[in-house]
């Protein structure tokens, strides 16, 4: 079946480091990809996404690029703001429309 | 506002009680979604309806019951409800179904405490 795996967390950073979190997955067909973003206490809110093989989503500074033969979408931000504290979610898209998601990986970024 | 909207936000009620989750998203979207969210944050789907019509009905307790009275509309009612129910119960919601470009809404969450 299909399958995303995330990098576990928390991954703790000081303001403006660099970011990376690393997702593969297992899929069967073309998937679309996304990444999701949950702050405390609040829904899931989408952040940027991909349909295709060497599709780049970007968002607020964020940036993930679809790549099949190494079956990733790693997310990455140049410069983290504690305002991005959040835990952040990897997912695919399979044909069925369900959206399945990796385990989360908590962001903490200190001032 | 157009959003998906969850009632209630929060749920505290005793074992073996049944409960009721209602959303409705004013979005235009046709397909719509429940989600449980453990306490280590992990999402599993739980039922899915396009028009109506159920189309993903995972690996769920029967006491788990969806209801889409419309297409606007949601509601998950849980009958003798089990410590292990708590959780946080997303709705979410978007447009078709099948592998396209269109990622969900998704709610605020209801968090339920059975104790």
């Known amino acids: 079946g299909n399958s995303v795996t995330q990098m576990e967390g928390p991954v703790t950073l000081s303001e403006e480091a660099f970011l990376t979190i690393n997702c593969t997955y297992t899929a069967t067909g073309y998937p679309s990809l996304f990444w999701y973003v949950q702050y405390p206490g609040e829904g899931l809110q989408l952040l940027l996404k991909?349909?295709?093989?060497?599709d780049k989503g970007s968002n607020k500074g964020f940036e993930a690029t679809y790549r099949k033969e190494t079956t990733s979408f790693h997310l990455e931000k140049g410069s983290v703001q504690v305002s991005d504290s959040a835990v952040y979610f990897c997912a695919l898209k399979d044909s069925w429309g369900k959206l399945q998601f990796g385990a989360g990986t908590q962001v903490v970024v200190t001032p | 506002d157009t959003a998906v909207s969850q009632t209630p936000k929060y749920l505290v009620t005793q074992m073996g009680n049944d409960k009721s989750i209602k959303c409705e998203q004013n979005?235009?979207?046709?397909?719509m979604y429940w989600y449980k969210q453990d306490s280590k944050k992990f999402l599993k789907i739980m039922f899915s309806y396009n028009n109506k019509e159920l189309i993903i009905n995972e690996t769920v307790p029967n006491r788990f019951s969806p209801k889409s009275p419309d297409k606007a509309h949601l509601n998950l009612h849980i009958n003798s409800l089990e410590l292990g129910d708590s959780a946080v119960y997303f709705c979410a919601s978007s447009l078709g179904t099948g592998v396209n470009s269109y990622g969900y809404t998704f709610g605020s969450g209801t968090r339920l405490t059975v104790v």
């Open positions: 991909a349909t295709k093989a060497d």
């Open positions: 979005l235009g979207h046709d397909t």
